[in-house]
């Protein structure tokens, strides 16, 4: 069975950082591309980072760029994401995914995902 676990969300100010952590069990962790989404009340979840299988290829939302850092250890099966600078409008809830492909890119879309956690909520207040 697989499992995808989120940690770490919480309240922080304006310009604070939080670090996300994501624990995966029941898969061969290191085959998939692993990614973190977001949803804002009302919004669509939204793609925020993803990183290679060996963890030697990121991409990031435009959003996020620059103040966001995703990172895997492979060996531990965890996939992290720092969070820096933060802005009231990364408020919502945070979700780590695992997609399976044999493709090397990196997917944006919720739909490319296999595995979804059951998220984390990140507030940053103003």
Same mark, same amino acid.
Do not use: H
């Given at each position: 069975?697989v499992?995808?676990?989120?940690? +770490?969300? +919480?309240?922080?100010?304006? /310009?604070? !950082?939080?670090?996300l952590?994501c624990a =995966? %069990?029941g898969?061969t *962790?290191a +085959?998939?591309?692993m /990614?973190w ?6 919004k669509? @979840?939204? *793609?925020? =980072?993803?990183? !290679?299988?060996? +963890?030697?290829?990121?991409y ?5 760029k620059?103040? *966001?850092?995703i990172?895997r250890?492979?060996?531990? %099966? $965890?996939v992290?994401?720092? $969070?820096?600078s ?9 979700y780590?995914?695992?997609d399976?492909s *044999?493709?090397? @890119?990196?997917a ?5 995902y296999d595995?979804? /956690? ?9």
């Open positions: 069975q499992q995808l676990v989120e940690s +770490g969300g +919480g309240l922080v100010q304006a /310009g604070g !950082s939080l670090r952590s =995966a %069990s898969l *962790f +085959g998939y591309v /990614g989404f977001r949803q804002a009340p009302g669509e @979840r939204e *793609f925020v =980072a993803g990183i !290679s299988r060996p +963890g030697d290829s990121t990031y939302a435009d959003s996020v620059g103040r *966001f850092t990172a250890v492979n060996a531990k %099966s $965890m992290y994401l720092q $969070m820096n933060l802005k009231p409008e990364d408020t919502a809830v945070y780590c995914a695992a399976w *044999f493709s090397p @890119r990196i944006t879309t919720r739909s490319d595995y979804w /956690g059951q998220g984390t909520q990140v507030t940053v207040s103003s």
